[in-house]
């Protein structure tokens, strides 16, 4: 039986001569679909990273503004999933997917209209909360529709997602920021209208988990992780702080890097150079998959460290091309040791903790992700931008290394 034939199958009696139709997407389209909207997702989060020079230009406003642009995205993330991570795992995946899509949708919305940079801002903390709320939901509900034939698959698509997401959203917003007249108007105005089609894709998907009680009390902000993936979450921890931190790199300071350290000033060239990155990254956890966990997240972890040496030169060196090397190299880590992660973690919860676990993974995650970003910019006037680029290379190194080790350690453990 074809998708279609399976998705319009679903139809109940009611009554003889009356029926009501129960329309629901049969399992692959429902799993297609949702992992489509994940994707889109973060597609919208890595689309404003090239507007923000271009705004800058226009508006004439302080280039500090700009870091809190990018990273009240992130911090509002962390504040939703503190909030709601857990909900879906009480209330069900489908409601709370309906209204954080909804809350993306306006969001869309906003960047369309903004005026200046504060509703820039406003826009930005808008996406944070909906991306935040829907993150954990999204990640559990993927594996969760995912076919029986899909079931490992789905696991990986939870990784491939984001990273994929904030690559397209780059490089589209790149050519339409150096190729259009309104970037800003084509961009969010069609991710306005994907969120719209996504959030249908989930009213017609079947609910993946009944929930249970305790909504309102999973609403203190807490994170609470399953104890059978303590330890393995532990040893992730550094993990995801080099990992994500090199995305930040990328996402966040990439664009000032551009265009102040290699004098270009091009937004195709800042899309191009900002996708590299987590492309190479959703490329590698795509490909990588069948890899064993723990070895896909070793050999990340070496990459990542490969990969921020190679950026480091060629930002020190102004060797555009040994930045992108680098970016792919780092990508791949990326890539492979995120995707490693949540495999390794996933089987260690039961369904009805899933999401809370999760949130917990992108806690760590995007604390990475938005906390040292705005620590760089902060330091790029008493420092200088190469300095701040360094002492952030340095960091994720560090992080790397720490990661690396934890995960060797843990590898030997299990053996014995």
Do not use: C
Request: no cysteine.
């Amino acid at each position: 039986m074809s998708v279609l034939e399976e998705s319009t199958a679903a139809v109940s009696v009611v009554s003889p001569g009356r029926r009501r139709a129960s329309f629901r997407l049969s399992p692959t389209a429902a799993f297609v679909g949702t992992a489509i909207g994940f994707a889109a997702l973060y597609l919208a989060a890595g689309a404003p990273t090239p507007l923000f020079l271009l705004l800058e230009e226009q508006w004439a406003f302080p280039a500090w503004e700009l870091t809190i642009a990018f990273a009240i995205y992130a911090i509002a993330l962390l504040a939703a999933l503190l909030v709601g991570g857990s909900l879906s795992d009480h209330v069900g995946r489908r409601p709370v997917l309906i209204g954080a899509l909804a809350l993306e949708t306006a969001s869309m919305v906003l960047f369309v209209f903004a005026p200046d940079v504060g509703w820039v801002i406003l826009a930005r903390a808008v996406q944070g909360l909906a991306t935040g709320i829907a993150t954990s939901a999204f990640t559990a509900s993927v594996v969760e529709l995912a076919p029986p034939r899909f079931r490992k698959f789905g696991a990986v698509v939870g990784s491939v997602a984001p990273a994929g997401g904030l690559a397209l959203g780059a490089l589209i917003t790149g050519f339409a920021v150096q190729f259009t007249l309104a970037p800003a108007a084509i961009v969010f105005g069609a991710l306005a209208v994907i969120m719209v089609l996504a959030l249908l894709v989930v009213v017609f998907s079947r609910e993946t988990n009944p929930g249970r009680p305790g909504a309102v009390r999973s609403l203190i902000p807490r994170i609470s992780i399953p104890r059978a993936a303590r330890v393995e979450f532990a040893a992730s921890v550094p993990v995801q702080l080099a990992s994500w931190m090199l995305a930040g790199l990328f996402m966040g300071l990439v664009p000032s890097i551009i265009r102040d350290v290699f004098h270009i000033d091009s937004g195709a060239v800042n899309g191009v150079t900002s996708f590299v990155e987590p492309a190479a990254a959703a490329v590698a956890a795509l490909l990588l998959g069948r890899l064993a966990a723990r070895r896909a997240v070793v050999y990340g972890m070496a990459a990542v460290l490969l990969g921020t040496g190679v950026i480091v030169l060629g930002v020190v060196g102004g060797v555009l091309p040994l930045l992108i090397v680098g970016g792919v190299i780092g990508g791949v880590g990326f890539g492979a040791s995120f995707s490693g992660t949540l495999r390794a973690l996933a089987p260690l919860a039961s369904p009805e903790s899933r999401a809370e676990l999760f949130a917990g993974v992108f806690l760590v995650a995007y604390l990475a992700f938005g906390v040292p970003t705005i620590i760089a910019g902060q330091l790029i006037a008493p420092l200088g931008l190469l300095g701040a680029v360094l002492l952030y290379g340095a960091a994720i190194l560090v992080a790397a290394i720490v990661g690396l080790v934890a995960q060797l350690r843990l590898a030997h453990r299990t053996r014995r």
